[in-house]
C-alpha cells in the first residue's frame, strides 16, 4: 500500500513543492492517512505506546484545578441556567471527565452545563464518548450553540498547520516542502518582500533567521471571538509556545517520546510547532476580545491552588505521596512544564475577572 509519503512525493512531482502548511495538514488530517485519523497518540513512556503525553494526561491535579476555575467563572457569570462548556481537541477526553467531576461541586452548575467537543479525529471521538458521553461532537467551532460560553484548549493549537519564511539578503523566502531522490526536502520558495508575508507583528530578525506564521490559529481565534461575543463568556488557552514572537524554527515531530525528522514519515509521527502566545492575544483584541497577561501555566496552577490540592491528596494517599509530588512538579515547576507551557485567557468584553492572573 502506497504511504502519505509516496503520495506527496509523487503530487510534489507532479505540480511542485507544497507548503509547510500544506504538509503538516495533511500529515496530521489527511482522511486516509492523517496522525491523528488513525493513531492513539497518548502514553507515557514508562507504560510503553504513545508518542507523547499532556498536563491532564500526567495529574487529575489538572483537571480538577481547570474544573474549579470553570465553576468560579459560571458563578461570576451569574449561574447562567445553560450553558456550554467547549473542548477544542479533548484527547482521550481525561481533562473534561475530570473538569466536570471537580465541578460538580456546584449542583448547579452539572445542571446547567452543556458539553460539546470540536474534534477531528474518529477514533479520539470513541474514546471520548468512553469518558464523557454526553458530550456532543463538532467538526468545526462554528457550530457551537449560541450559549454563554466557556472554551478550553491544551495543547490544541500547537496542532495547527504553520508557515516559515527565511530571511535572506535578497528579501524572504517560503521555506516548503519538495522532494529529492524520492525523499522529502525543504527547498526555499522564490524571494518575497515584506508586504508578501502573512499580516502579524514580525520579531527583529537577521539575515537567516526564520518566523513562523499560523493561519489557521487566526481563523480559530475569530471563530471564538463571534461565539464569545454572542451571549458573553471566555475560552483558556493552554500550550508550549513564547510569550513575544521571536524568530526560530521550532517545527518538530514526535514519535514514541523521542523526536524524529519531521519529513520522514508523515502521518506516523505527531507534528507541532510552538504557539506565538502574544498574534494570538492580538488577533482576540483584534476582534473585539479582552485578553489576560500570558501566564506561565506554573504560576496559572500556583494561583488556583496546586500546592493545596496536592497536599491534600498526598494526605489521602500517603503511599502515593512521591508520585503526587512528582506529577505537582512535571506540571508546574519551571524547568519542567511550568515554564515552557503558556496561559492565555480571552473573553468578552463583558466577562467578569478570571482567576489565576496576576493582573
Ligand atoms: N487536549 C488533549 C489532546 C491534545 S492533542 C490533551 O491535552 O490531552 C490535539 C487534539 O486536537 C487531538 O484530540 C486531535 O485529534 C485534535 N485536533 C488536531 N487538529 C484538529 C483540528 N484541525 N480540528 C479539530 N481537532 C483537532
Same mark, same amino acid.
Given at each position: 500500500m502506497l504511504t502519505l509519503r509516496d503520495h506527496l512525493i509523487e503530487e510534489i512531482k507532479a505540480s511542485g513543492p507544497i507548503s509547510l502548511e500544506t504538509f503538516m495538514t495533511r500529515a496530521l488530517t489527511d482522511p486516509a492517512h492523517g496522525y491523528y485519523i488513525h493513531r492513539q497518540p497518548f502514553g @507515557?513512556? #514508562?507504560?510503553? !505506546?504513545?508518542?507523547?503525553?499532556?498536563?491532564?494526561e500526567i495529574s487529575q491535579m489538572f483537571g480538577e484545578l481547570i474544573g474549579a476555575w470553570c465553576a468560579d467563572l459560571w458563578h461570576r457569570m451569574g449561574q447562567p441556567e445553560r450553558f456550554c462548556l467547549a473542548e477544542l481537541g479533548p484527547g482521550r477526553g481525561t481533562l473534561m471527565a475530570d473538569v466536570l467531576?471537580?465541578?460538580?461541586?456546584?449542583?448547579?452548575f452539572s445542571a446547567a452545563v452543556q458539553v460539546h467537543f470540536v474534534e477531528i479525529s474518529p477514533a479520539l471521538r470513541k474514546l471520548q464518548a468512553e469518558r464523557v458521553p454526553e458530550a456532543i461532537w463538532h467538526g468545526e467551532l462554528t457550530s457551537l450553540p449560541?450559549?454563554?460560553?466557556?472554551?478550553?484548549?491544551?495543547?490544541?493549537?500547537?496542532?495547527?498547520?504553520?508557515?516559515?519564511? @527565511?530571511? #535572506?539578503?535578497? !528579501?524572504w523566502h517560503e521555506i516548503k516542502v519538495g522532494q529529492q531522490q524520492n525523499a522529502l526536502c525543504f527547498v526555499d520558495g522564490p524571494p518575497m518582500d515584506t508586504a508578501q508575508l502573512p499580516k502579524q507583528s514580525l520579531p527583529d530578525v537577521a539575515p537567516g533567521d526564520i518566523i513562523e506564521t499560523c493561519a489557521a490559529s487566526h481563523a480559530v481565534v475569530k471563530a471564538l471571538a463571534d461565539k464569545l461575543q454572542a451571549k458573553g463568556g471566555a475560552a483558556l488557552i493552554m500550550d508550549y509556545g513564547y510569550r513575544q514572537a521571536a524568530a526560530g524554527d521550532s517545527f518538530q515531530a514526535l514519535h514514541q517520546h523521542q523526536f524524529v525528522e519531521p519529513l520522514d514519515a508523515p502521518g506516523q509521527a505527531d507534528l507541532t510547532a510552538h504557539v506565538n502566545f502574544q498574534s494570538l492575544q492580538e488577533s482576540a483584541?483584534?476582534?473585539?476580545?479582552?485578553?489576560?497577561?500570558?501566564?506561565?501555566?506554573g504560576d496559572f496552577l500556583s494561583a488556583l491552588g496546586l500546592d493545596i490540592r496536592a497536599r491534600s491528596l498526598m494526605q489521602a494517599a500517603p503511599e502515593k505521596a512521591g508520585q503526587i509530588g512528582s506529577e505537582r512538579d512535571r506540571l508546574a515547576a519551571p524547568d519542567q512544564m511550568g515554564h515552557l507551557f503558556k496561559v492565555l485567557a480571552i473573553a468578552s468584553p463583558d466577562c467578569p475577572p478570571l482567576a489565576g492572573f496576576a493582573q
Open positions: @507515557r513512556p #514508562s507504560t510503553g !505506546g504513545g508518542d507523547f503525553t499532556t498536563a491532564p467531576r471537580a465541578a460538580s461541586v456546584l449542583p448547579e449560541d450559549l454563554p460560553m466557556i472554551v478550553l484548549a491544551n495543547e490544541f493549537f500547537d496542532a495547527l498547520p504553520i508557515q516559515q519564511f @527565511r530571511k #535572506s539578503n535578497d !528579501g483584541i483584534q476582534s473585539g476580545l479582552v485578553s489576560s497577561p500570558i501566564t506561565h501555566q
